[in-house]
């Protein structure tokens, strides 16, 4: 609506005034890809020089079996050809599972080509290990580890076999220790409600763990949550009051002193 008046402001200029400020996109032939957008035109401050120019959002997609692999985003300053600013993402997959294996940021040849890497249970499809750019080859502490619940069989003694959880995240790790001096990362582990609503979440770290409980009514919301620890103070029991007309929550309060 904002773009609608600043358009009609200009009198007879308005149709030209119209077009510099819609969005434009464009699809693949079979309407299923968005394969290109452009914002509205408006000042803009250009990093490569520090130049106001007008100039538009623009976004360019490549796809691969209706995935997105490539991204480009950028402005495209009245005037010139190039996409001034330019960012680049791409993204690899797992074409059989369909889901992404490694996001890369900032993917140029002179880029940092920061790559995440995403690993999955063949079987299930589930996400077993997320590993940041800091090591995409995992094996330590900034690589995370997920074990989900089985119906039928489990290996993991934190995770034991649960039909009713089948699926949902059991326990999330790191994939190797901090390294040094520094002391044991947590490992947290989760149980659930017949809703799969998580009701504990514990994070152990050696002898010492802290567990979240929560607690819910009968249509799904929170009611509760507290924080125990074994070692420190954990945090009081906060409860949450929720409008009989509404069902919006209207009041928080501690329900009781920490434990």
């Known amino acids: 609506m904002a ?126 290990e997320s590993r940041m750019p800091r090591n995409p080859g995992g094996g330590d502490a900034s690589a995370t580890k997920t074990v989900h619940y089985s119906a039928t069989t489990s290996s993991d003694p934190d995770c034991p076999v649960r039909r009713h959880w089948a699926g949902l995240p059991c326990k999330t790790e790191p994939a190797g220790p901090a390294g040094g001096s520094l002391p044991a990362l947590p490992k947290t582990t989760f149980a659930y409600n017949r809703f799969n609503q998580v009701t504990t979440e514990t994070e152990r770290a050696g002898t010492d763990n802290r567990t979240t409980t929560t607690t819910y009514d009968a249509a799904g919301r929170k009611l509760t949550e507290g924080v125990s620890s074994t070692k420190g103070t954990g945090l009081p029991v906060a409860s949450t009051t929720y409008s009989s007309s509404s069902g919006k929550p209207v009041k928080l309060h501690p329900a009781s002193s920490p434990r």
Do not use: C
């Open 3 to 128: 773009n609608r008046a600043r358009a009609l402001g200009v009198g007879g200029a308005s149709a030209t005034r119209s077009r510099e400020l819609d969005t434009q996109r464009s699809y693949s032939s079979d309407g299923l890809d968005l394969l290109e957008e452009l914002g509205p035109q408006h000042e803009s401050q250009r990093s490569s020089d520090e130049q106001r120019v007008q100039a538009r959002a623009r976004t360019v997609t490549v796809y691969d079996q209706h995935l997105p692999t490539t991204v480009r985003t950028g402005a495209q300053v009245w005037g010139e050809e190039a996409m001034a600013d330019e960012r680049v993402s791409k993204t690899e997959y797992d074409f059989t599972l369909r889901k992404p294996t490694a996001q890369i940021t900032d993917a140029t040849s002179s880029g940092a080509n920061l790559r995440k890497v995403m690993r999955y249970d063949p079987a299930t499809g589930l996400e077993i």
